[in-house]
């Protein structure tokens, strides 16, 4: 079965320090990775994917991730963090071969201090 | 705004009332996703749509609820006899074929009293 797991609840960082947002998963096949970002009382904004290809994919917003196969990880990296990132940050996979639905871990709070 | 839209963007209603919600996918996109949102969760995969077909269901999707997506542009979601336990935000999402990212609306907050 597909999972994901956002082991941090919450990251804290000081405004223009590099972040780090970590992401595992568990699938059966190809996986499709996602980030997205939900802003409060919004929906959820796509940040990037991976699919295919370079393992280090670059989104919006000047946020990037690196997929890493063996150790089924998708960290979400930003060089220099900004207090306007300040937002709950969801990974997700789908199990590329079989299905169109995306499984979500429960979501990691970044808090960015000035 | 181009963006997935969805009505009502907040609903409360009483135990045992039927509630419908709409989402509008972005235009040219085929495939329309549904989603629920409990606090402090991720969203959960509830159905999804290629144009009118209804490909996917999960379990979670009891037979209080159907989605409908008639003429494959927008989609209806139905809950009839509403529980305290349906009290989420019913997101809604779009996509273009298969790979590519699936953006989502505002979400509809149910209350459920």
């Known amino acids: 079965a597909q999972s994901v797991a956002q082991p941090e609840d919450q990251v804290n960082v000081a405004e223009g320090n590099p972040l780090t947002v970590k992401c595992t998963y568990s699938v059966s096949g190809n996986p499709y990775l996602f980030w997205y970002v939900q802003y409060p009382n919004r929906g959820l904004q796509f940040l990037l994917k991976?699919?295919?290809?370079?393992?280090l994919v670059k989104g919006s917003y000047g946020f990037e991730a690196e997929f890493n196969k063996s150790q089924t990880s998708f960290h979400l990296k930003k060089p220099s963090a900004l207090v306007s990132d300040s937002a709950l940050y969801f990974c997700a996979v789908r199990d590329g071969g079989n299905t169109d639905k995306l499984i979500f871990g429960t979501g990691t709070r970044l808090q960015v201090f000035p | 705004d181009t963006g997935v839209s969805q009505d009502p963007r907040h609903k409360i209603t009483k135990r045992g009332q039927n509630v419908t919600f709409r989402c509008d996918p972005i235009s040219e996109h085929n495939r329309l996703y549904w989603y629920r949102q409990t606090l402090g969760q991720g969203p959960e995969f509830l159905t999804y749509?290629?144009?009118?077909?209804?490909?996917?269901k999960s379990r979670l999707l009891s037979d209080r609820f159907s989605a409908e997506r008639p003429k494959g542009s927008f989609s209806t979601l139905e809950i009839q006899r509403t529980e305290q336990g349906d009290s989420a935000m019913y997101l809604c999402?779009?996509?273009?074929?298969?790979?590519?990212?699936?953006?989502f609306g505002p979400g509809t907050r149910l209350t459920v009293l």
């Open positions: 991976y699919i295919t290809g370079d393992n």
């Open positions: 749509f290629q144009n009118e077909a209804q490909l996917e």
């Open positions: 999402a779009s996509s273009l074929g298969t790979g590519g990212g699936q953006f």
